[in-house]
């Protein structure tokens, strides 16, 4: 028989299908909480540091205390690798303010909820590694705090939905001049005249973990980068792709219908692919 999936709740290792919280834990009640998700490779993780600050930044912005001291957060997260079948992984990790009566006022101190969940690391298919990703854009209806990465992800459910209705990958913000912010789940890059564009971190994107990696495999690859604000319609625009933990970086290849470049993976985004894919190989050898 095969082991059940264990998950960390409660402060403890528990089969997945016994992991629950308290139906007044906040995070249920008012999403009142932040999230992580890395990769692992064979197991050893991809950036782990970096996701664990973003998460004790993202606590430190809604006044939750981290849960547990960074070392002991790093050994349950490998832990919970350990502890599940899977050889690449995405390992989800959230925390809430934890449980109270409900109100929207936080009345006393709350021990926050720690959750981890470990699943298999999705794959882009080979279908789509060959044609690349296709996006719709939507005016963004988030809050203005996109650089915490809050459990709030009802816009981004509803563009995900919607991105799927119309039958592409991911839909992506444009704030009210028409620049292109970041997708549901990804941030997106274009290459206009040879220049590796995105949008610069602010409250209106998540500063992505990939993000930051794509950046530094470019100017490694002696790619100009700027970071800048940018729309579709620039002249010059040859290529898109997105990044995130659970595709690396990957091109977008058509946009609301409309080919973007020659419509198909460009120059760049293939050499930004293959460096990052470089680097995953080399953990699962490490
Ligand atoms: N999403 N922007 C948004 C809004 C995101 O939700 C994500 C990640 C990213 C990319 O960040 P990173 O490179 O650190 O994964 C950008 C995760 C994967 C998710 O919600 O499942």
């Known amino acids: 028989m095969t082991q059940p999936l264990q998950a960390y709740v409660n402060d403890a290792f528990v089969p997945i299908a016994q992991a629950y919280v308290h139906i007044e834990d906040r995070g249920f009640q008012f999403a009142d909480g932040v999230y992580e998700v890395v990769a692992c490779f064979n197991g050893t993780y991809l950036d782990l540091k970096p996701h664990l600050q973003r998460l004790a930044r993202s606590c430190a912005a809604i006044d939750i205390p981290l849960p547990k001291p960074m070392a002991e957060l790093e050994a349950l997260v490998q832990q919970a690798y350990e502890n599940n079948p899977f050889e690449d992984a995405m ?23 720690l959750i981890i969940t470990v699943r298999e690391l999705p794959q882009p298919s080979d279908e789509k590694i060959q044609t690349g990703m296709s996006g719709i854009t939507l005016d963004d209806i988030r809050w203005k705090h996109c650089e915490i990465k809050s459990i709030a992800l009802l816009a981004s459910v509803m563009g995900k939905q919607e991105a799927v209705r119309q039958g592409v990958d991911e839909a992506f913000w444009l704030d009210g001049q028409g620049h292109v912010l970041e997708g549901c789940a990804t941030n997106i890059f274009a290459v206009i005249d040879d220049v590796l564009v995105t949008h610069p971190l602010d409250h209106q994107v998540l500063g992505g973990i990939t993000r930051d990696m794509v950046i530094v495999a470019a100017k490694a690859l002696g790619i100009k980068v700027e970071e800048r604000k940018w729309r579709l319609d620039e002249q010059g625009l040859s290529e898109c792709m997105m990044s995130s933990t659970t595709n690396a970086v990957i091109p977008v290849c058509y946009m609301n219908k409309q080919a973007v470049g020659e419509g198909k993976p460009g120059e760049i985004g293939l050499k930004l692919r293959a460096h990052l894919l470089g680097q995953l190989q080399a953990l699962r050898e490490s």
Do not use: E, F
Request: avoid cysteine; charged fraction near 15%.
């Open 91 to 113: 390992v989800y990790i959230q925390v809430t303010r934890g449980v109270a009566p409900r109100s929207h006022v936080v009345k006393q101190a709350l021990i926050p909820t």
